[in-house]
Structure formats: C-alpha cells, structure tokens
C-alpha cells in the first residue's frame, strides 16, 4: 500500500471517530443523569490522576484557553467539586484539588461510564475485546505523538 492510499484510509477512519463518539455519547447521556459538563468531567479525572498541580498544568488536559478554563474552575468550585489552594511548596502558586464531593462525583461517574460502556461490548468475545483495548492504546498513543510532534 503507497503511503498516499494509507493517508486516505487513515483520513476516513478518523473522520468517523467524532460520530462513533458522538454515539457513545448520545447513549450515554438517555441512560444516566449526567449533570456535568463534558469539561467538568474532564477536569475531574485529570484531578483524579493527578492532584495538586498548579491550574495551568490542567489547561493541557482539558484542551482550553485560559479564560475559558478559569470560568470552568469558577463554576466547579461553586459546586463544590474542587478547591483552589495555595501550593506548599511555592506560597506563588495555586493548586487544584478535588473536595470530598469532587471525588464521590468522579467515581460515581466513572461507575456509570463503565456500566455504559459493558452494556455497550456485551456481545464481544474475548478477542474482539482484546483487538478493542489494543486498537484502543495504539491510537492514544499514536495521536498523543502526532500532538506533541506535528508536521509543517
């Protein structure tokens, strides 16, 4: 295969990512209440990874700019799923952490997802589940490279 078919079958595929997601979503949302923002969710798991970093690590993770990111941490802190504090280490510097709410959220968040997603690759077998996480890991890894390392 010449390296320009493999640039169309690679451009199609991702091109069908966003609806495929945009499926998982839609299914998601009519079988749970979910009331927070897809950014709210995104800023809760990447504080569940890794907490107490300063705010400006989290704008990565969540893919925003920062005036966006701080009407998002407002808004969470008004809610009562983070706190802001100031950084022992350096008195300069503001941490993210998540409240005790914070946490029961983003667990009772990712129950769901994982509920959703087992009714989802209910009739898989275990090969197609394996393909699934490797096909899965390949291709976070591969577009977090192509992120950090792109072309001009």
Do not use: W
């Not at 499926?23 to 907490?51: G, I």
Request: charged content about 25%; proline content about 1%.
């Amino acid at each position: 295969m010449n390296k320009q078919t493999q640039i169309e079958e690679i451009s199609t595929a991702l091109m069908n990512v966003p609806r495929l997601m945009h499926h998982f979503r839609r299914t998601f949302k009519t079988d749970f209440d979910v009331s927070l923002k897809k950014s709210e969710m995104h800023l809760l798991f990447a504080l569940h990874q890794h907490s107490n970093l300063p705010m400006k690590d989290y704008l990565t993770a969540v893919d925003m700019e920062s005036g966006s990111f701080t009407y998002l941490t407002n808004n969470m802190v008004e809610k009562g799923l983070i706190e802001r504090v100031q950084s022992e280490a350096d008195k300069r510097v503001t941490v993210l952490q998540l409240t005790e709410k914070g946490i029961e959220t983003c667990n009772q968040t990712k129950r769901q997802i994982n509920s959703h997603i087992q009714k989802m690759i209910c009739s898989l077998g275990e090969d197609d589940l394996s393909e699934l996480a490797r096909a899965l890991y390949s291709l976070e890894n591969i577009l977090g490279k192509l992120k950090e390392n792109r072309c001009e």
